[in-house]
Structure formats: C-alpha cells, structure tokens
C-alpha cells in the first residue's frame, strides 16, 4: 500500500524565495528501450516521452522528464484525485508491462516534490549543488539529477525561476531543513 | 576536483561520479578450467598505472549508467569517455 502522505506538509515564503511542498501527485517511473515502448506511451499519453538528454515534455496534466536513455519519471500537475488515484498506473501498467514492452512502476511515495520559486532559487541551490545551472537556468523545461547538500536529486525547471525539485522521502526532512536554513542567508 | 563528460548527460562534476577500477577485463569463457591462480589473477589482479589508464566510472548521482574512461593518472587529464561495448578510441 503507498503511503501518500508527505512527512512535510509545509511552505515558507523567503526574501525573494519561496518553497513549498506540494504533495500527493502520481509520480511514475517508466522503463524501456524500443521503439514501440516510446510509440506506446506517446500514444497513451499523447506526450512522447524525450530522447534528448536532460530535457522533458509534457501537457497541461502530465510532464516526462528524462532521466536516463531508458528511463523517464512522469509526475501530474495536479493533486490525486483518490476516487480514481490508479487509472494512470493500471492505464500504462495494462499497456506496457503486461505485454512486456518495459517496466512501469508507481514511485509516488518515493519522492517528494518539492516546488521552489523566486529569483534567488539558483543562489540557494548552488551553495550546495555541483551542478553548472548557468544553461540550465535559461531553458524552460531542463531537467537534472544532481547533488545538494549531499542529497540525490532531480530538478525540473518548469519555469523560469521556477522549480520543482524531487528528492528521495527518507533524506525530504533533512533537505527541508537545509533549504529553510540556506534561504534565510541569501 | 574534475570535470567527467558523462557520455548521456554531458559534463558533470567528479562528485557524481563513482570509479569502477578497471575497464577490458574479459571473464574466462571457461571458469572451471582455470586454475586457482589463474582464477584469482582474473579475480583480484588490477593494474594501477602511472600514466594512461583504461578505467570504467559510473554516473552514480546522475543517469546511473557505466561508461568507460582514458585517464592519465599521473595528472586527471581525460583523453576519452565512451560507452560500454564501445572500442577505446586511442590506444
């Protein structure tokens, strides 16, 4: 059974930055590496899933982010409606695993999105990310996965300024934390 | 500190990356034929070069894929990076 309840339920609103977590959404993991598993999806989905590295795509209701060549995580841009919480997951799972075109599984409770907002995002994040953000600031829809604080991470730059940062449930807290400390310096 | 150009994501800090020694290893095609010291020089036996090293590395904190590396050990220049099954492309 997920657990979809967030261990934070919390935002906060910085000088020039605010974050806030934004949960529960379905959050899917798809893997796969022919042709007729991205034709599948984009049929299923009408999105194709993106091959180029480190971009994503998506609708008003879905986003696929690329996180390797065989993989990709899609999250929804809205909260679940749990009258009907499964359809997306049982829709792929009935249409790709089953017939044994990839690998389709519900990480909803894995990660935790957190969404962070306002022109010191980047000054917030490079103080404990390797990451290089210089192109990655000025391109609507690059994604990452990436170091902070430490931390495995992906990022989704949504829009500009604009994020949403998805991070592993165990480590959510603590990042929580070192995000509300650093903000409170820039 | 180094930069790595992960060969799906492209240039990323060495902090997201983990070393896995050796690249080229070929497994005996018959195991059980070898002898112990022929299993175990298989097994355990790495060179550690100063100079350019055929080295395999994975993008741990990034896409999660192994590729191969030429390293000059002896300075951190990277000569190659290429993908697994691919030929080293200088030799």
Known sequence: ?????????????????????????????????????????????????????????????????????????????????????????????????KVKLGAVTNVTDHWIMINLKGEKVFELLSGGCPYNFNDFKNLKGSVTQTLVNHIDVIIHNKDINDLNLFVRRSFSEHLWSWINDGSRFI | MFLINCPYCGERDQSEFSAGGEAHIERPKQPTELSDDQWAEFLFMRKNIKGIQYERWNHTHGCRKWFNMVRDTSNDKIHAVYKMGEKPPVK
Do not use: H
């Open chain 1, 1 to 97: 059974m997920l657990n979809y309840n967030s261990p934070i339920l919390d935002s906060k609103n910085y000088s020039g930055l605010k974050i806030s977590v934004i949960e529960p959404i379905i959050k899917i993991n798809l893997r796969g590496k022919n042709r007729d598993f991205i034709t599948k999806i984009g049929k299923e989905l009408s999105i194709i899933p993106p091959t180029e590295a480190n971009t994503s795509s998506g609708n008003e209701n879905l986003n696929i982010l690329w996180l390797s060549p065989d993989e990709w995580l899609i999250y929804s841009n809205n909260k679940i409606d749990f009258k009907n919480n499964n359809s997306l997951e049982d829709k792929l799972f009935n249409e790709i695993s």
